[in-house]
C-alpha cells in the first residue's frame, strides 16, 4: 500500500468544485485538458491514490460539444468508455449528446477535480515543481502548482487554413454545428472526408443549396459505410453539386472562385464550411520544450511511459500522433491513462517517500 505524504490524497468537490480563482495547494498531477483522454488520465492517477486536478479552457469534453449536434459515433459504445464505467445505450453507435452525458457521469461518479474555461498561459519551473500560469474568460489570472504534468490538449480546436483570400470573412467557418441557419442559402462545403461529406448531406436535407468542392478525384472511401453511399448518390442525381480535383482560389461576399480541372468556375455563395481538418498545439508544446521531430512533427516521447523529453510532461491522446491525427481515436488514447498512471506510481512514490524520509 502506498504510503500517505502531504499532499497526496483525494481531492474532493466534484467537477468544477474549486473556483479556480487563486492559489489552491500543491498537486501531484496536473492534467491539460478534460476531453475523453484527459478525464481517463485524470481517473488513473486519482486511482492510484495522488491528488489531480484537471484543466480546459473550454467545458469538459469541449471538442465532443462542438461536434454537429447529431453527429453518431463511428464505434461501438464499450470502445468510448473510460474509468471501468459500462457505457449504456439502447444505440449500436452512440450519438454527441450520449457521450457528453456519458463523460459528465463518469467525471462525477470519480469526483474529478476539474477547473473549466481555464486557459494555460503558461508553465515554469521543473519535474517536482510545475507552475501553471491560468487565466479565465473573464481575465481573472490564477496559478497552480503541480509535481507532474499530463498534456492531453487533442487537435480539434486548430484548424488548417487554407490561406486564400478571403478566408476571414465571417461567412467562412471552419466547424459545422446545426443546419437551420442555412435554410435556402447557398452553401460550399470544402472537403471530401468525414465532416465534410456529413455537413454537406446534413445541409442538403435541411433546406441548403449546397456546392462540395475537393482537392482529390473523389469523395474518400474511408468515409463512414452508412455515409459514403448517401452523399455519392447526391452528387450523381445532382442534389449536390461537386468539384472534385479542385481548389479554392478566393473567397468573395456573394461568391465564391474554384479552380477546376476545366478552368476557373465562380459560385453564388451566402457561406462557407472548410471542412479541411485540424492540427494539435505544436506551439504550446513548443513552450513546454517538447521537442517534435520529421515531417510530420512527432513530438519526442517514451513509447512506454509517455513521458515526453522534458522529465515530469507527459503526452496522451492524439497530440503523440504528431500531424497523424488519424492514428489516435478516443478508442486507443483512452489506455494512455493507465500506461502514464503506471509510470507515476513508481516515479511519484519514490519522489514522495525522498520527500517524506521514508
Request: proline share 5%; hydrophobic share 40%; glycine share 12%.
Given at each position: 500500500?502506498?504510503?500517505?505524504?502531504?499532499?497526496?490524497?483525494?481531492?474532493?468537490?466534484?467537477?468544477?468544485?474549486?473556483?479556480?480563482?487563486?492559489?489552491?495547494?500543491?498537486?501531484?498531477?496536473?492534467?491539460?485538458?478534460?476531453?475523453?483522454?484527459?478525464?481517463?488520465?485524470?481517473?488513473?492517477?486519482?486511482?492510484?491514490?495522488?491528488?489531480?486536478?484537471?484543466?480546459?479552457?473550454?467545458?469538459?469534453?469541449?471538442?465532443?460539444?462542438?461536434?454537429?449536434?447529431?453527429?453518431?459515433?463511428?464505434?461501438?459504445?464499450?470502445?468510448?468508455?473510460?474509468?471501468?464505467?459500462?457505457?449504456?445505450?439502447?444505440?449500436?453507435?452512440?450519438?454527441?449528446?450520449?457521450?457528453?452525458?456519458?463523460?459528465?457521469?463518469?467525471a462525477e461518479h470519480y469526483e474529478l477535480e476539474i477547473r473549466q474555461y481555464q486557459r494555460v498561459t503558461g508553465v515554469t519551473?521543473?519535474?517536482?515543481?510545475?507552475?501553471?500560469?491560468?487565466?479565465?474568460?473573464?481575465?481573472?489570472?490564477?496559478?497552480?502548482?503541480?509535481?507532474?504534468?499530463?498534456?492531453?490538449?487533442?487537435?480539434?480546436?486548430?484548424?488548417?487554413?487554407?490561406?486564400?483570400?478571403?478566408?476571414?470573412?465571417?461567412?467562412?467557418?471552419?466547424?459545422?454545428?446545426?443546419?437551420?441557419?442555412?435554410?435556402?442559402?447557398?452553401?460550399?462545403?470544402?472537403?471530401?472526408?468525414?465532416?465534410?461529406?456529413?455537413?454537406?448531406?446534413?445541409?442538403?436535407?435541411?433546406?441548403?443549396?449546397?456546392?462540395?468542392?475537393?482537392?482529390?478525384?473523389?469523395?474518400?472511401?474511408?468515409?463512414?459505410?452508412?455515409?459514403?453511399?448517401?452523399i455519392e448518390n447526391r452528387i450523381k442525381n445532382g442534389e449536390v453539386t461537386a468539384y472534385f480535383n479542385t481548389e479554392v482560389?478566393?473567397?468573395?461576399?456573394?461568391?465564391?472562385?474554384?479552380?477546376?480541372?476545366?478552368?476557373?468556375?465562380?459560385?453564388?455563395?451566402?457561406?462557407?464550411?472548410?471542412?479541411?481538418?485540424?492540427?494539435?498545439?505544436?506551439?504550446?508544446?513548443?513552450?513546454?520544450?517538447?521537442?517534435?521531430?520529421?515531417?510530420?512533427?512527432?513530438?519526442?516521447?517514451?513509447?512506454?511511459?509517455?513521458?515526453?523529453?522534458?522529465?515530469?510532461?507527459?503526452?496522451?491522446?492524439?497530440?503523440?500522433?504528431?500531424?497523424?491525427?488519424?492514428?489516435?481515436?478516443?478508442?486507443?488514447?483512452?489506455?494512455?491513462?493507465?500506461?502514464?498512471?503506471?509510470?507515476?506510481?513508481?516515479?511519484?512514490?519514490?519522489?514522495?517517500?525522498?520527500?517524506?524520509?521514508?
Amino acid at each position: 500500500m502506498m504510503a500517505t505524504f502531504e499532499g497526496v490524497g483525494l481531492a474532493g468537490g466534484g467537477v468544477g468544485g474549486d473556483s479556480g480563482f487563486g492559489d489552491s495547494g500543491f498537486f501531484d498531477v496536473l492534467v491539460i485538458g478534460a476531453g475523453p483522454t484527459g478525464l481517463a488520465c485524470a481517473i488513473e492517477a486519482k486511482r492510484a491514490g495522488f491528488r489531480v486536478v484537471s484543466v480546459d479552457k473550454g467545458c469538459v469534453c469541449n471538442s465532443l460539444f462542438h461536434y454537429p449536434s447529431n453527429m453518431t459515433f463511428f464505434t461501438t459504445p464499450e470502445l468510448l468508455e473510460i474509468g471501468d464505467i459500462p457505457f449504456s445505450t439502447t444505440n449500436q453507435k452512440p450519438n454527441r449528446n450520449e457521450a457528453l452525458e456519458y463523460y459528465r457521469k463518469v467525471a462525477e461518479h470519480y469526483e474529478l477535480e476539474i477547473r473549466q474555461y481555464q486557459r494555460v498561459t503558461g508553465v515554469t519551473g521543473g519535474d517536482g515543481d510545475f507552475r501553471v500560469a491560468l487565466i479565465d474568460t473573464f481575465g481573472r489570472r490564477s496559478e497552480l502548482k503541480a509535481r507532474k504534468l499530463i498534456v492531453s490538449t487533442g487537435y480539434y480546436d486548430r484548424a488548417n487554413l487554407m490561406h486564400v483570400p478571403g478566408e476571414d470573412l465571417p461567412k467562412v467557418f471552419h466547424y459545422y454545428h446545426d443546419p437551420h441557419p442555412y435554410y435556402d442559402r447557398d452553401v460550399l462545403v470544402i472537403g471530401g472526408k468525414n465532416s465534410a461529406a456529413i455537413a454537406a448531406l446534413d445541409l442538403w436535407r435541411h433546406g441548403a443549396r449546397v456546392t462540395l468542392a475537393y482537392r482529390g478525384p473523389k469523395v474518400q472511401p474511408h468515409v463512414k459505410y452508412w455515409i459514403l453511399p448517401d452523399i455519392e448518390n447526391r452528387i450523381k442525381n445532382g442534389e449536390v453539386t461537386a468539384y472534385f480535383n479542385t481548389e479554392v482560389v478566393r473567397i468573395d461576399l456573394d461568391s465564391v472562385t474554384l479552380a477546376t480541372p476545366a478552368g476557373e468556375v465562380v459560385v453564388a455563395n451566402h457561406f462557407v464550411f472548410a471542412m479541411t481538418g485540424y492540427h494539435p498545439d505544436f506551439e504550446f508544446l513548443g513552450s513546454l520544450g517538447v521537442r517534435v521531430e520529421g515531417p510530420d512533427r512527432l513530438p519526442v516521447f517514451d513509447a512506454g511511459s509517455l513521458e515526453s523529453n522534458v522529465p515530469g510532461i507527459y503526452l496522451a491522446g492524439v497530440i503523440v500522433a504528431g500531424d497523424r491525427t488519424h492514428e489516435i481515436f478516443i478508442e486507443n488514447g483512452r489506455f494512455h491513462g493507465h500506461q502514464i498512471a503506471d509510470d507515476l506510481k513508481t516515479k511519484l512514490e519514490t519522489e514522495l517517500g525522498r520527500l517524506a524520509g521514508v
